[in-house]
């Protein structure tokens, strides 16, 4: 399932800031944490990827059950 959002741009005298929010059920889902550092990856003219930084992955693996 897909959760549509809109870009939105604020326009100023010498700049601009673009900025795609997440919908609350998604940023849940991925569990980010206030404050999180992630970095956007162009894929192609159609993705963007998301990647979290090894700190923060590895933050969430210790939460994991271990597997017996």
């Known amino acids: ?8 741009v604020i326009k100023r005298k010498t700049s601009e800031q673009w ?4 919908p609350s059920a998604v940023a849940q ?3 980010f944490k206030q404050g999180e550092v992630v970095e956007w990856i162009i894929d192609d003219n159609q993705r ?4 979290r930084s090894d700190e923060s992955v590895e933050d969430l ?6 597997k017996p």
Not at 1 to 8: D, L, N, S
Not at 19 to 22: A, I, P, R, S
Not at 48 to 51: A, E
């Open 1 to 8: 399932m897909g959760y549509p959002t809109k870009v939105q």
């Open 19 to 22: 900025y795609v929010n997440f």
């Open 29 to 31: 889902a991925i569990e």
């Open 48 to 51: 963007l990827i998301l990647q």
């Open 61 to 66: 693996k210790k939460k994991l059950p271990k």
